[in-house]
């Protein structure tokens, strides 16, 4: 059977989802296939999991740093109520709910796996008693939003060793004793800072120092809160072997020699393309590869791509350029409407911030790492700026400058850092590290965006006593304009 429509998205993720919402709403004809659940991993086993899951635990350490509310504190995390409410956030895994928004916005649902058959096709193999395949014919896009799957990394065993993923852990039933994590990124902190408030004995194993991407003073905060929690941190360590033996321990080898043994070993050492089965090869392109695309988010080197007949897209983590829910929706809002436009043939605008460009994936990506404590950033790092070239001069104060962090919490630690560009006097980065500084992240991130010169953020003036006043300290920290001058 074959069906003709405007515009086929591969993958009813958030991202596919967003991109179907701005396509309908310009008055397109949209189909989007699924072959698992719309809603994508971050709805079921990766961002909504997993932040519930570390909510109560977060409420309770935060209800008892402060005196008057800590004495009120009288038993321990309730697990299994966490659990609970975990289920219901995921709405127990049934898409009923997400399916029917579609429905409801007129947007098409192919459910099967969908895989590309030349240019602007498409060919879904439908699930279950479905009549067979599918193909559909796009007459303005296709677009790839087909999300990334966990890379398990060829260490002797690993894999014979029914490791956890990141889906076992935020779908977890019974956490376990013991529980070892290989990976010191996001994934691996989070799930730390989890296991450890659930009272499971965790082992982090790094092979280098926590969160390496930011700041450094991030991955020291981490791992001290880390350890405060009781887990155990080792960096600088790689596992060389992993077994399961009869009786279902886990028993890793690490390359100093010595060994760690577990209930379960959770492997958090990153992502890969979803993108081995969705027929590149039938389009000029590599199986299996990150989709390479330009601002707006079109896939180069496809065929059919030439003279300027764009028909290919590819939007969130398949294309590599933010593994982040948001970054991935905001490339879907400029994508769905580019393609909107040129279907309509009114004018696009991809120019440096135009509404049709994911300028921001370069300039100004905001990521929350909900770990203990809390650790935000945007834009650059002091390291990755130098890098490119930057000439940058930087302030950086403990948050407790601030009263409003001392007021939230007894024995608050924290710190700030701005990233200031030098000859333009913007700010091109920040970090944050403290408890509840994720919503601290968005001021950054409006400031690098609109290139707020920094003379006038001393006019943007934070209410006494919230913890926004460390804006006011770091830059004084940076010194007044006129003693700059
Ligand atoms: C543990 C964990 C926690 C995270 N927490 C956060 C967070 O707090 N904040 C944040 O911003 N990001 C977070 N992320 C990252 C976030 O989950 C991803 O960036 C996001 O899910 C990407 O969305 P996507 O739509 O590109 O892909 P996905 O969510 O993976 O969706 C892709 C969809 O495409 C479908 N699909 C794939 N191939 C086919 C095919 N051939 N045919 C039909 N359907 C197909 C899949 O079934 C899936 O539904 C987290 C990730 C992990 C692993
Ligand atoms: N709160 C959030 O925003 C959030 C939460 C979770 C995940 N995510 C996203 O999901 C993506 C995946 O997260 P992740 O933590 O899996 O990846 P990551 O890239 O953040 O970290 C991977 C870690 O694994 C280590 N590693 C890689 N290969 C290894 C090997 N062979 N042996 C030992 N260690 C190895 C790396 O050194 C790094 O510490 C990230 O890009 C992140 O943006 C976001």
């Not at 030349?118 to 439908?126: A, C, D």
């Amino acid at each position: 059977m074959q069906r003709e429509v405007d515009v086929v998205i591969l993958g009813a993720g958030p991202v596919g989802e967003n991109i179907a919402d701005r396509v309908r709403a310009a008055g397109l004809e949209v189909v989007v296939v699924e072959h698992e659940l719309v809603g994508g991993e971050c709805s079921y086993w990766a961002c909504v999991p997993s932040k519930v899951l570390l909510r109560s635990a977060a409420a309770l350490r935060a209800a008892k740093r402060v005196p008057g509310a800590a004495e009120a504190v009288t038993g321990d995390l309730d697990v299994e109520a966490v659990l609970r409410r975990r289920d219901y956030w995921v709405s127990d895994w049934s898409d009923d709910g997400a399916a029917g928004w579609l429905a409801d916005a007129g947007i098409g649902l192919e459910r099967g796996h969908g895989r590309l058959d030349g240019v602007r096709r498409v060919v879904v193999s439908r699930d279950g008693d479905g009549d067979g395949d599918v193909t559909l014919v796009a007459r303005h896009a296709v677009i790839v939003a087909t999300g990334s799957d966990p890379v398990i990394p060829p260490i002797p065993g690993l894999a014979e060793a029914s490791p956890w993923t990141s889906r076992e852990a935020t779908s977890v039933e019974r956490p376990p004793a013991r529980l070892a994590i290989l990976g010191g990124g996001v994934v691996a902190c989070e799930m730390a800072t989890v296991f450890a408030g659930f009272g499971t004995e965790v082992v982090v194993l790094a092979r280098s120092g926590l969160l390496g991407g930011m700041e450094p003073f991030v991955g020291d905060a981490v791992t001290a809160g880390l350890r405060g929690l009781g887990a155990t941190v080792r960096t600088g360590v790689q596992a060389t072997l992993v077994e399961r033996t009869a009786d279902g321990e886990i028993v890793l080898t690490l390359d100093d020699g010595s060994t760690v043994v577990a209930d379960e070993v959770l492997v958090a050492t990153g992502r890969k393309p979803r993108t081995d089965a969705i027929g590149l090869e039938r389009v000029g392109l590599e199986p299996g590869s990150w989709l390479r695309v330009d601002d707006g988010l079109q896939v180069q080197g496809a065929d059919g791509d030439d003279g300027g007949a764009a028909w290919l897209y590819a939007a969130g983590d398949v294309n590599h350029r933010a593994l982040l829910t948001h970054q991935g929706k905001y490339q879907g809002r400029a994508v769905g409407d580019l393609v909107a436009a040129r279907a309509a043939g009114r004018p696009v605008d991809l120019g440096e911030w135009g509404v049709h460009a994911a300028t921001a994936d370069h300039a100004a990506v905001p990521q929350v790492v909900f770990a203990e404590p809390e650790a935000v950033a945007v834009g650059l790092t002091e390291a990755a700026a130098t890098k490119a070239g930057h000439a940058v001069r930087t302030a950086e104060v403990a948050m407790t400058s601030a009263s409003g962090a001392g007021i939230l919490a007894d024995g608050y630690e924290g710190r700030a850092k701005l990233v200031i560009d030098d000859e333009r006097g913007t700010v091109i980065g920040a970090t944050f590290t403290g408890q509840d500084v994720a919503e601290l992240l968005h001021a950054a991130t409006v400031a690098i965006v609109g290139e707020v010169p920094v003379e006038r953020l001393w006019h943007a003036v934070p209410s006494f006593p919230t913890m926004s006043e460390v804006w006011l300290r770091l830059l004084e920290a940076d010194g007044r304009p006129e003693a700059r001058a």
